[in-house]
């Protein structure tokens, strides 16, 4: 009889001890979600850089992503500096994409980096990734975005709602932070000491940032590294979303803070992943066909043909519905 109280009584205490343990991990977890989310936030507060304008003066009125209305962001790689003083850098890759989550898809297109075009803010004629340093040598990063936002928006006469600013010198960190990345190689090639194959490579920080740095071991020249960057920022995405990259939040955090700016604050952020999931399910590449490079007073530029810019600036605008 007493083996049979004695063994009821463990019984009893089994739901107390889960109950327990079960308490334990849901404030652990907590406590876990808690740590994430401020450094989420810090994160964002040292990435958000805004800029002086409120708008496009292309819009009627700004964006609205609770009412889901199509809208661009530029991505600038640049390869200089947030922090180090006079250490502007030019905007080494310009990404424009254009997000419609009616039409449920993004369109993304890659402007080199030598087109020739107007710097809108300088009023003069010349490459077009120079608008990045003559405004950052004026007022700092942000204004070197919003120089490169006005000039972009004047090539191709659609509004730039957004911009986000990549330090590619930093950027390896930021491979790093999440574990390597693993990207799809189509040129062998040398670059900066290293050998890279043809096909699947796991790469960490500095063999990655020497992967999208080449460019004149290529035929397609910019086109070529263009792409490559755009694997490097797969491969971070993709990395960055797995569980195991969870653990090193801190590190994933603390590099993008460091590496990245954006005129984006954490609310809008949130918006546009709660109202634009469907925009993903489909990117197009728009691709520039029918470009040269050409020599004028001994400097070289890439110049777009008036027919073909005419038809990217007809494709983007109808898909931002303007």
Do not use: C
Not at 81 to 108: A, C, Q, Y
Request: hydrophobic share 35%.
């Amino acid at each position: 009889m007493r083996s049979d109280k004695r063994s009821g009584k463990k019984k009893r205490k089994w739901p107390k001890v889960v109950g327990i343990v079960l308490l334990l991990l849901v404030l652990g977890g907590g406590v876990y979600a808690y740590t994430v989310w401020h450094s989420l936030n810090d994160a964002v507060g040292a990435m958000h850089d805004p800029v002086k304008r409120e708008k496009s003066e292309k819009r009627a009125e700004k964006v609205t992503f609770k009412e889901k209305d199509p809208f661009s962001v530029l991505l600038l790689g640049t390869d200089g500096s947030f922090d180090r003083k006079g250490d502007v850098g030019r905007s080494d890759s310009m990404i424009v994409l254009t997000v419609n989550p009616n039409e449920k898809s993004v369109k993304m297109l890659s402007i080199p980096r030598d087109t020739r075009t107007e710097i809108v803010d300088k009023g003069t004629v010349d490459k077009i990734n120079h608008a990045y340093a003559f405004g950052a040598a004026k007022g700092g990063p942000s204004e070197g975005a919003e120089w490169s936002m006005n000039t972009v928006e004047n090539l191709l006469d659609i509004p730039i709602d957004y911009y986000a600013t990549i330090n590619m010198d930093g950027f390896k960190d930021i491979v790093d932070a999440v574990g390597g990345v693993t990207v799809n190689n189509d040129i062998d090639f040398v670059q900066d000491g290293y050998t890279f194959n043809k096909g699947s490579l796991t790469l960490d920080g500095k063999k990655a940032l020497a992967f999208s740095r080449m460019r004149h071991e290529d035929p397609r020249g910019d086109f070529g590294r263009q792409l490559r960057q755009r694997e490097i920022i797969k491969g971070v995405i993709n990395q960055g979303a797995s569980l195991s990259s969870l653990w090193n939040f801190d590190d994933i955090f603390d590099a993008l803070g460091k590496n990245v700016k954006t005129n984006l604050s954490f609310k809008e952020m949130v918006d546009i992943q709660k109202n634009y999931k469907s925009a993903a399910g489909t990117i197009d590449q728009i691709k520039i066909e029918t470009g040269e490079g050409t020599n004028i007073d001994g400097i070289y530029y890439y110049v777009i043909p008036d027919a073909e810019l005419g038809e990217i600036q007809s494709t983007l605008k109808k898909h931002l519905q303007i």
